[in-house]
């Protein structure tokens, strides 16, 4: 078996502890990547650089690159608050050379959950 330790601040710790007790199963310690995991983002995202049918997640943050908003290119930098118009209205900026086909997950996440997936995609280096 596995066991994976995490140092974290205090801070990053509650929130990884908060948005790991989901309402569905309060008392279920699940992890932020399980949380992307369940909810279907590495079905389409790869945490490692591989391709698949989106951006992997691996190095994004800070990463600039060309997206189309209303028909026209621009080129942006992917910070906090790109990431999190992506998850919420994925149909905003559609990444250039990939197909529009992401889920809106507006509602999907409280909003703790949201920052928590947003620091997590961070870190995927
Ligand atoms: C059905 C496939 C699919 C699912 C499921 C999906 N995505 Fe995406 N995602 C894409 C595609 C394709 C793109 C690129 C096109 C676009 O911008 O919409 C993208 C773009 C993104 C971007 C911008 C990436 C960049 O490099 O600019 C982020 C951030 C993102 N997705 C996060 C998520 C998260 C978080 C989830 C789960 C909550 C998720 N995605 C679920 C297909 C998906």
């Not at 310690?29 to 951006?55: F, M, R, Y």
């Not at 290119?73 to 999190?84: A, L, Q, S």
């Amino acid at each position: 078996m596995n066991t994976k330790v995490i140092a974290m601040s205090a801070e990053n710790f509650s929130d990884w502890y908060a948005v790991s007790r989901t309402p569905e199963e309060p008392g279920k310690v699940i992890s932020v990547e399980n949380l992307i995991n369940d909810t279907g983002c590495l079905d389409c995202h790869s945490l490692d650089g591989s391709e698949a049918v989106g951006p992997t997640f691996k190095g994004m943050f800070n990463r600039r690159h060309v997206v189309i908003t209303d028909g026209k290119k621009r080129t942006i930098t992917v910070d906090d608050e790109y990431i999190r118009r992506a998850i919420l209205y994925p149909e905003a900026d559609i990444v250039q050379g990939y197909p529009e086909v992401m889920p809106s997950y507006k509602g999907d996440f409280s909003e703790m959950q949201l920052n928590a997936v947003i620091e997590y995609l961070k870190s995927v280096r």
